[in-house]
C-alpha cells in the first residue's frame, strides 16, 4: 500500500472535506489553513512535484489548470493566490503535486 497521503486521501482511507473532484482531479481543505480559504488541488494520480513532469504528461497539465479553475468557481472565488513547492528546500512536505489555492 502506498504511504503517499494524498493517494490516501484519493483512495478514501485518509478522510477529508473535499470541495471539488472529477475523474482526474480531486480538491479538499488544507488541514493546517495558512489563509482565510485554503484549498490543496491535486492529480488523483500519482507525481511528485513540478519537478517530475515529462512531455508524457502535457495531455492532463492544461486539465489541472481548467480544475483550479473550476474549483475557484465552486467557492465564488474572483481573486486568490496560487502556490506550488517544488523539492524539500522549497517546503514541500508531501510529496505528491498539489497546488494551494489561497484567498487571505
Ligand atoms: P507542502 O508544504 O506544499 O508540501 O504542503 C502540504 C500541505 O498539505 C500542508 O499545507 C499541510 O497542512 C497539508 N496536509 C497534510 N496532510 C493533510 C491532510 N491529511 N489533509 C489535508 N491537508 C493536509
Redesign the pocket.
Known sequence: MTEC??CK?VAGL?P?TVVWSNEKFIA???????AKI?V?IIPKHHIESLNHITDADSDWLGDYFLAIQEVAKALNLSHYQL???NGAGS?????HL?A?LLQH
Open positions: 497521503i494524498f486521501i485518509v477529508a479538499f481543505y488544507d488541514i493546517h489553513p495558512k485554503h490543496l502556490r506550488f513547492h517546503g514541500q512536505e508531501v510529496f498539489h494551494h
